[in-house]
């Protein structure tokens, strides 16, 4: 499986970016996706998780209300909307799948496939 992010950038605090991840090959493999995020000097965190049936969905608090996960089956992508930014939401922004239906797995050593990751900055 192949995982491949976009849409990240610059913006101000305040401010909305919508990523997305390109997943192919052994889609057929993948029961659910999930974006995680990592700061300089931070360890990677959970940010979002969604089945691919799309059935459930499930958010770290830090981002509930703000962003929101979704899936596009008939293109093999999931989004992460991101609204209401704010400079603490800095980081690489990273794709990852799991062949695991797990409904909260927010553990990065939970997921088998990961992308190389987008940079977001939010400015203050």
């Known amino acids: 499986v192949q995982l491949v992010e976009s849409g990240g950038g610059l913006v101000q605090a305040g401010g909305s970016l919508r990523l997305s991840c390109a997943a192919s090959?052994?889609?057929?493999?993948?029961?659910?996706m999930g974006w995680f995020r990592q700061a300089p000097g931070k360890e990677r965190e959970f940010v979002a998780r969604?089945?691919?049936?799309?059935?459930?969905?499930y958010y770290t608090d830090s981002v509930k209300g703000r962003f929101t996960i979704s899936r596009d089956n008939a293109k093999n992508t999931v989004y992460l909307q991101m609204n209401s930014l704010k400079p603490e939401d800095t980081a690489v922004y990273y794709c990852?799948?799991?062949?695991?239906?797990?409904?909260?797995?927010?553990?990065?050593?939970?997921?088998?496939?990961w992308g190389r990751g987008t940079q977001v900055t939010v400015s203050s």
């Open positions: 969604i089945l691919w049936s799309g059935s459930i969905r």
């Open positions: 090959g052994g889609i057929c493999s993948i029961a659910a």
């Open positions: 990852a799948a799991d062949r695991g239906y797990g409904g909260t797995r927010t553990r990065s050593n939970e997921y088998d496939y």
